[in-house]
């Protein structure tokens, strides 16, 4: 038992955090001995969603040869759900540390003390780039181009609601994606690694799938559409068609990893290359996971429990890791691999595998990894858990948590509740729940704001398109009463052209758009009608949950003049002339500054 594991915990990281402090505010003298790195990240695959870990009844050939040939963690922890996950992949510190306490609205955002991996790579003279979901805020100073990413395409949000050539941005410009998103993205990321091939490059791939809605093209789809699922524990509760369709895609991804190694091997950076492969939390529904118990949302072993793979050709040997890490770990592993220094100077959570993936003398003592959502906490070590209930359990004899110890020892027991309230005790209080959240507008050196629907606040008969803010728009717009605003802090004052993203009727016609910022307004007319179909809804595989995606047209408004401060900016109607006004997706502000 690690019987001086916290003392011993914060400490000994904050000496590795020390010793790594430096941040450069400019670039090093380029090395280009330095490892590439690619880390990518799927969203809602299971630990069961693999071949390699047992399930027959999906083909994932590319993923499980990395697995073969590299070292394979068989118990990797992340957090219940995504945006946690992401935030501890990027700073190495548990997530209620850098102010996540929800996935939507701003509770998503990444405290800005924060230091990130993109930026500890970037002033070690690396090339960043991010591709896929970002999920840790979507204004700067929160968006991916601050947070250390010199590229970014995807989107910012917790998920997309179309999958077939969706609107996306780029370095913060909405532009439209080309064809499924999946192989969207990994195109991006090949063309990136291939301009950026002569110097070192951070390329961080963040898949939205197989997060639903259940999009799957006609060609995985047809494969997996009357598979029988393997059988599980919970199969009473099991969803057939959404496991089908969740197959479909982990197969679509494994594709796609695989035509990214076929890449870095022809342009001859496979040996000089670490590739990780993980997911953000457990499966999104209830399929075979190998008798793990929960799913998504979940602190028991189902919900946290990921694939991890790690692929360095010729410098890592095929190994299986039985060692507990977990998503706190990533940062200080690979700037330990790539032996660069850690830039900020707070104490990490998390430890540096290095040793276990070079199998270097060393002695690996017990650890605690903790697991937060919701108020529930979790906890273990190498063969205890203490779920969110305190009930205790053996994950040597019983690694689904089928039943508890009856009888642990008061001295166990006592010990792992009180390593759980000093955890709790300690880190819970750093996170703000209670915070209001403002949206910024206009930092410096960033020209595009982006204001969604996912962060407004309807007014009168206005609702949103789906109860999930994100990926939703705005509907029922049916008098001039009614308004959309935004709370936000101007942090530059002066003029900003103002561009909406929506689709109306005929009835709107005529009517008029304004934008306000107290006294300040600008007004443009509705002068034609756009009422596209819904996309993509012909390869949803399973009713979906949330919003569905329309082809949002854009309307420049004209250039609106903001006073630095907190402000409510809103948008408003008047000269309705029929039943129904716009649905309204996003609101874009372009610093003309």
């Known amino acids: 038992m690690p019987k001086k594991q916290l003392k011993l915990f914060y400490p000994a990281i904050f000496i590795v955090g020390i010793i790594g402090f430096g941040f450069q505010s400019c670039k090093t003298k380029p090395n280009t001995n330095k490892p590439n790195i690619v880390l990518i990240v799927t969203d809602d ?29 068989n118990r990797f922890y992340v957090s219940p759900v995504c945006s946690p996950t992401r935030a501890e992949m990027l700073t190495g510190r548990y997530h209620p540390r850098g102010g996540i306490y929800a996935t939507s609205q701003g509770g ?13 790579f970037k002033s070690a003279n690396y090339n960043t780039a991010a591709f896929g979901k970002w999920h840790n805020g979507s204004q700067p100073p929160y968006h991916p181009n ?50 950026k091939s002569d110097d070192p490059f951070f390329v961080y791939l963040a898949y939205n799938t197989p997060h639903s809605p259940m999009q799957v093209p006609d060609k995985w789809w047809d494969k997996y559409k009357d598979v029988s699922p393997k059988p599980h524990r919970y199969d009473s509760k099991e969803k057939t068609d959404k496991t089908r369709a969740a197959l479909a895609l982990c197969e679509n991804i494994d594709w796609n990893v695989g035509r990214l190694v ?43 429990r990921s694939p991890f793979i790690m692929y360095w050709k010729d410098k890592l040997k095929p190994k299986k890791i039985d060692k507990i890490a977990g998503a706190i770990d990533i940062l200080p592993t690979l700037t330990d691999l790539a032996e660069i220094s850690i ?32 108020g529930n906490v979790s906890l273990r070590n190498q063969q205890y858990m203490l779920d969110k209930d305190n009930q205790l359990y053996d994950l040597i004899k019983d690694p689904g948590q089928h039943t508890p110890i009856e009888k642990p020892s008061d001295s166990l027991l006592s010990e792992l509740i009180n390593t759980k309230s000093e955890w709790t005790n300690s880190v819970l209080p750093e996170l703000n729940r209670n915070r209001k959240e403002v949206f910024p507008v206009g930092f ?67 009517a008029v758009l304004s934008l306000h910022q107290g006294k300040n307004k600008v007004l443009t007319t509705i002068s034609e009608p756009h009422d596209p179909p819904f996309e993509g809804v012909e390869f949803d595989r399973f009713p979906r949950e949330e919003s569905f995606e329309k082809n949002f047209k854009a309307l420049e408004m004209g250039v609106l003049n903001l006073d630095e401060g907190h402000h409510s900016l809103s948008l408003k109607s008047s000269g309705l002339n029929g039943p129904q006004f716009i649905d309204f997706r996003l609101l874009v502000l372009e610093s003309m500054n």
């Not at 670490?274 to 799913?295: A, E």
């Not at 595009?448 to 996912?454: D, F, G, N, V, W």
Request: one cysteine or more.
């Open 108 to 120: 998503e955002r990444l405290d800005l003390d924060e230091r990130t991996i993109a930026e500890t």
């Open 146 to 195: 601050n947070r250390g990413f010199e590229e970014f395409y995807g989107f910012c949000s917790g998920h997309w609601g179309n999958y077939f050539s969706p609107m996306l941005e780029r370095n913060g410009e909405v532009v439209k994606g080309n064809g499924f998103i999946i192989d969207d993205l990994t195109k991006n990321a090949m063309e990136y690694i291939e301009d």
């Open 262 to 304: 076929d890449k870095l091997d022809s342009l001859k950076l496979l040996e000089n290359t670490i590739i990780i492969y993980m997911s953000d939390n457990g499966p999104n529904g209830w399929r075979w996971n190998n008798g793990l118990k929960g799913i998504k949302g979940h602190t028991d072993e189902g919900g946290v």
């Open 444 to 510: 410096g050196g960033s020209n595009i704001t982006q204001l969604p629907a996912r962060d407004g606040i309807p007014h009168g008969t206005i609702k949103r398109s789906n109860r999930w803010p994100n990926s939703s728009y705005f509907t029922n717009w049916t008098s001039e009463s009614d308004s959309i605003s935004w709370n936000c802090n101007i942090l530059t004052r002066g003029k900003y052209k103002a561009t909406i993203y929506y689709t109306c009727t005929e009835s709107a016609v005529g």
């Open 343 to 374: 830039s900020g100077d707070k104490p990490l959570d998390g430890l540096s595998l290095k040793p276990l993936l070079l199998d270097q003398e060393f002695l690996w003592e017990d650890r605690y990894i903790f697991s937060h959502w919701n």
């Open 45 to 73: 695959q299971g630990w069961g969603d693999l071949g390699v870990n047992g399930n027959s009844k999906i083909e994932t050939p590319n993923l499980d040869k990395l697995a073969n040939e590299g070292a394979q963690f």
